[in-house]
């Protein structure tokens, strides 16, 4: 049974930081890509970065110098370190695995809030 946790998420001020995790189990993490995306609301859901098994890092423009994705394979965890946030990066996060090779074999996490006062 595949699981993507994340946590993380919250309430902060624009300016403030805030570190997502997203623990995955029941899946060969080292063979996948992790993503995270956003939906904000009443948006369409959209790639905010990812990285694949390799260390090789993508991101949206909106978020590049703020947003740093990671990933610790010995822990099957994958974060994103969001700072100088801003009102519009309010949405619920989503972090996703996609195997490298194997691509239909890909997994969503139930989400979590991250919301940015004026």
């Known amino acids: 049974q595949v699981q993507l946790v994340e946590s993380g998420g919250g309430l902060v001020q624009a300016g403030g930081s805030l570190r997502l995790s997203c623990a995955a189990s029941g899946i060969i993490f080292s063979a996948n890509t992790m993503a995270w995306y956003r939906q904000p609301p009443g948006k369409q859901r959209e790639l905010v970065a990812d990285?694949?098994?390799?260390?090789?890092?993508n991101y949206v423009d909106s978020v590049k110098g703020r947003f740093t994705i990671s990933r610790d394979n010995a822990k099957n965890t994958v974060y994103l370190q969001m700072n100088s946030l801003k009102p519009e990066d309010t949405a619920v996060y989503y972090c996703y695995a996609q195997h490298r090779i194997l691509q239909r074999y890909n997994y969503w996490g139930q989400g979590t809030q991250v919301t940015v006062s004026s």
């Open positions: 990285i694949t098994s390799g260390g090789s890092t």
